[in-house]
Every structure is written in structure tokens, then in C-alpha cells.
């Protein structure tokens, strides 16, 4: 007897909880304020039946678990990859920073599809091959990428190939670190990207090295990006027949980024404005 009127009051205390947040819910208050406009941050969802109130979980609580699961595999990520910080310059770039479309527009597009999509293609381990001459966006492409993904909640490493084979390199040669943490890393992080595959300076040794990763990402349906200066005719040349069947195998035919040189747009505009300024010291007669 006891129990049941304990059970009891905890039912009617609970529906005290419920009919509040009922009464938030779908009363006159601005949802776009909330991060969850199903819950308004509130987690679950209350509804009217003719006993009272019923909740249900909201998804969302759900996704803030793996959210901040994910959050943290990113930082033991960029703990272990030291050549994994991003780069002051590309910090908070969006889409809409990637401008001078000609002979780019193809680029931006297939990025923003792979946004878009990434979750069918994350589950096929499909990734881009983007290439192209220096300064035509690669870098900027593949940054926006990675923080569009980070903002959904994946995990991404982006690493300049040379630094990234170096830290590799160095861990292999001092025993007190740890090369399997850095190793590992690279292999599971939901999207790794490869930038400025410049396999000119790179060596047999440290193609392979690079290409243990990849392969083993290949192997696990897990998707990379790979930037590479060049057209495809260079990374046959410089490449061996194996790496590039596998880089066209899991991330099908290259993408061309062409159009301008956008730091020499960059580097004309610095000139335009050092010339403006000379030209008002000349006209005050200080030059
Ligand atoms: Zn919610």
C-alpha cells in the first residue's frame, strides 16, 4: 500500500514536470533562440493524452552524447598529430570565401556536394583526389571541408603531407614517442586530408610510408582528400601505377581546381595598395 501511493506521488510530481514544459513547448515562445526547436533544449517532448501528459525522448539528446563523444576523440586526435593544427589563414572560412570561380566552379561544387553528403560517402569511404597548379584553392577548398564536417560533428585531420611524414618520421626515430598514437589517428579519424601531395620532393620511403595509411583507409572504407600539385599525367609520372589505380579506385577520377593563381590576385592587390600609398606620400611631398 505503502509503495503505491509513493508511486503515485512520484506520477503526480512527474506530471507536474511534464505539464510545464508541455506548457513551454507550445506556448508563445521564440524557438530559433533554442539549439533543439523540437524540445526547446528541454530534451524531451511532451505531449496531451487524455490521462495526462506523455513524454518522449527528444533525438536530440541522443546526438549531443555523440557529439561531445566525438568532440573528444578530435582532441586526442590533434593531440596525437602534431602536423594536424589548422592554419592561421584558413581559420573560419566558409563557401562563400571561395570566390574567382572560372575553372573552379566544378571544385567548390563537388566540395559542397561531399558536405552535403558526407554521411553516404563517410559509410562508402569515398573521398576526393583534387588537383591542380599551385594558389588555385585546394588548400582553402579542403580547409572549408574540414570545418564544415568538424561543425556537423565528425571527426577531421588535415595535414600538410611534408610535416605529417616528418612527425611520422621523427616518432620512428625516438622510441619515447609513440608512434602508434600518431599512426592510429590517421587511421581512424572520420576524414583525413592529405594537402599539398607534392610527390616531387617526396621519396620512394616516404611515399610508402604515406601510402601504409591510405592503403590501410582504402582497405577500411574510411575516405580521404588528397591535394596534389599537377595534372593527372604528373601523378602518373610521379606515383606508381598501384597508388594512382587506388587513389582513382576509392576516389574516383581527380578534380581539377584551375582558374587563377589566387595568391597572385592577392599579391596584385597588396601591390595596388603599396602603389596608392606611395603615390599619397608623392603627393604630400614627403616622397
Ligand atoms: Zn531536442
New binding site residues.
Given amino acids: 500500500m505503502k509503495s503505491l501511493s509513493k508511486t503515485f506521488n512520484l506520477d503526480r510530481l512527474k506530471q507536474t514536470q511534464y505539464k510545464a514544459v508541455w506548457e513551454f513547448q507550445n506556448g508563445e515562445v521564440d524557438k530559433e533562440q533554442f ?11 511532451v505531449r496531451r493524452d487524455k490521462d495526462g501528459f506523455l513524454a518522449i525522448s ?4 541522443e546526438e549531443k552524447k555523440i557529439k561531445a563523444q566525438k568532440a573528444k576523440e578530435q582532441k586526442r586526435y590533434e593531440e596525437n598529430i602534431q602536423a594536424a593544427k589548422i592554419r592561421e589563414g584558413f581559420i573560419g572560412k566558409t563557401f562563400a570565401d571561395f570566390k574567382e570561380l572560372a575553372g573552379k566552379k566544378e571544385a567548390k561544387l563537388a566540395a559542397m556536394d561531399y558536405v552535403y553528403n558526407f554521411e553516404f560517402y563517410r559509410k562508402k569511404g569515398i573521398g576526393i583526389t583534387f588537383i591542380g597548379k599551385c594558389g588555385r584553392g585546394k588548400s582553402l577548398l579542403s580547409h572549408i571541408i574540414e570545418q564544415e564536417l568538424l561543425d556537423k560533428g565528425y571527426t577531421v585531420i588535415n595535414v600538410v603531407a611534408k610535416e605529417f611524414y616528418d612527425d611520422i618520421k621523427n616518432t620512428y626515430s625516438n622510441p619515447a614517442q609513440e608512434t602508434s598514437k600518431l599512426i592510429d589517428s590517421a587511421k581512424k579519424v572520420d576524414l583525413l586530408v592529405i594537402d599539398n601531395l607534392n610527390a616531387k620532393r617526396f621519396g620512394a620511403d616516404e611515399l610508402e610510408k604515406l601510402f601504409i595509411i591510405l592503403n590501410y583507409r582504402i582497405e577500411n572504407n574510411k575516405p580521404f582528400i588528397v591535394n596534389s600539385t599537377g595534372d593527372m599525367k604528373y601523378l602518373e609520372r610521379q606515383l606508381t601505377e598501384d597508388h594512382v589505380s587506388r587513389l582513382i579506385g576509392k576516389n574516383g577520377d581527380p578534380i581539377v581546381v584551375g582558374g587563377i593563381d589566387m595568391r597572385r590576385k592577392h599579391g596584385e592587390a597588396i601591390t595596388k595598395l603599396r602603389e596608392q600609398n606611395i603615390d599619397k606620400l608623392r603627393a604630400e611631398g614627403r616622397g
Wanted: with cysteine; charged share 45%; proline share 0%.
Fill in positions: 539549439e533543439c526547436r523540437a524540445c526547446c533544449d528541454k530534451e524531451i517532448i527528444c533525438d536530440c539528446k
